[in-house]
């Protein structure tokens, strides 16, 4: 693999490539030999840009950030980049970002997977995270806690991983894929290091009031398969952080149809 190249991903969904806060960002940091992506999911190409020196890739089909993040491990894997670096389209890069990341990686080609900080606007501390720690109500001090971190931001060694399988979970194609990702490197023991770089990103779950229907579905019940999938022996710890959350959402007046959903979670709905 070209230890010297790149490949930075932004996936698009229903916004203009050229207002991209990532895509504005990055665009200045690109240097010689680094190879863009953009997948794009919308139902209308997103496109507003020359595409010149960049792959641009419109899905219609919209099957999902698992779909996209496999094309562009694809793309790397026939182009001979090692590398490859992941972002939503809404996040906000820093300038040092790309001088940051080179430095990290050159000087140790141990690194499996590399993740910055990442905060919201308002600087809440959205990654890394304990994928335990944000599931459960109390869990179990002599069991170890799985690091994890949004997929936005996270730069991987595609030469530390198998050429012959895809990285990405397609049964969690949005929510919850980055926790599955996780956690197999924590079962196939990969090593996962830290940037000390902080990017700026916009959540669309930040506030349940504000989420479609269909958005808040996809969350929760993703949610709830994944902890049945990796968690089973704690499902009963994970139903009273669902009460925990409807009874806070309920005093904020969250629409009874995503109170619903949390009630059927509760029920050992997973889909």
Known sequence: MNHSGHCFLIVLYNQKLSTSPAYQSLKPQ?????????????????????AENFVYFHDVTNTGLATAYNFAVQKCRETGHQWLTIFDQDTRIPTGFHHDVTEAITSSNAITVLVPQVTLEDGTSLSPFWIEDALFVHY????????AAINSGMTLNLATFSTDEELF???????????????????????????????????SLSDFRTMSQK??????????????????????QYHLRVMLRLAKQLLKRVQWPKLKVMLQVVGGKTS
């Open 30 to 50: 690109l240097l010689t030999g680094d190879n863009l992506i953009v997948y794009d999911n919308s139902p209308v190409s997103m496109l507003d840009v020359k």
């Open 169 to 203: 979970d397609d049964r969690y194609p949005l929510d919850f894929l980055d926790y599955v990702f996780f956690k197999r490197l924590q079962a196939e023991n990969k090593r996962v290091s830290q940037l000390p770089i902080t990017l700026i990103q916009s959540l």
């Open 140 to 147: 179990p001090a002599k069991d170890q806690k799985t690091l």
């Open 215 to 236: 958005r808040f579905e996809s969350f929760q019940f993703a949610e709830s398969r994944f902890v049945t999938e990796f968690y089973p022996q704690l499902i009963n």
